[in-house]
């Protein structure tokens, strides 16, 4: 997807997800995991999105960018191409309207956050002795930033699920959705199971 960003002074205030459609993915870079429909609402899914652009073209341009009010663009730091080689953000790039971000996975593999310093103490390059791979949420402070932030107030119902959520996927969003809907005032508290539970069940189903 591409991400387009509203900017006043030095503060971000709206984040625009553009996704691809279907076909225009298909033919560039091959089938998605997800149908559309279920992209569209794993996105909607995500706190920090203000607005979803439903089929966005494959290539981004400056008139996109100008329909949606947006003072910049933002992509991973991997390099994306059409079916005949161009650079997808080469016009953005030009006019200086792209912010390139770090990804989280590189295109060989390598995880951006083996530079952190997991929960086992091991050092920034730190890897889990069950999977191999390193941490992939290792402190409180990274995990909260997917919660409201918001503290149960007087009459809510706190419901507690749990689970390795690996890899979350709209199965996922689907059973949160439907346990928010268990009360009119739900507080939803996810535990999520470290690697060594996440990888013991597995092996023995």
């Known amino acids: 997807p591409g991400y387009c960003c509203h900017q006043g002074g030095t503060h971000l205030f709206g984040l625009i997800i553009l996704p691809h459609p279907v076909g225009e993915i298909s033919q560039h870079k091959g ?35 100008d329909k949606y009010t947006s003072d910049f663009c933002v992509h ?17 790039k030009r006019s200086g309207r792209y912010r390139p971000v770090s990804s989280p996975v590189s295109p060989q593999g390598h995880s951006n956050y083996q530079q952190h310093t997991d929960n086992f103490g091991k050092g920034p390059k730190g890897h889990s002795p069950w999977t191999g791979v390193s941490q992939f949420l290792q402190t409180s402070q990274k995990i909260i930033q997917f919660a409201s932030g918001q503290e149960p107030q007087p009459g809510d119902t706190i419901i507690y699920v749990a689970g390795a959520f690996d890899l979350f996927h709209i199965g996922h ?33």
């Open 173 to 205: 969003v689907d059973f949160l959705e439907a346990v928010s809907r268990l009360s009119d005032k739900p507080y939803v508290i996810v535990g999520l199971h470290f690697d060594q539970v996440g990888l013991t069940s597995h092996m023995l189903q």
């Open 31 to 65: 089938p998605p995991v997800f149908t559309q429909a279920e992209r569209y609402k794993m996105v909607r899914a995500i706190k920090w999105v203000d607005e979803i652009v439903e089929g966005a073209p494959y290539v981004t341009t400056l008139e996109t960018l």
């Open 76 to 92: 991973g730091d991997d390099i994306t191409l059409t079916v005949d080689g161009k650079d997808t953000y080469e016009e953005v």
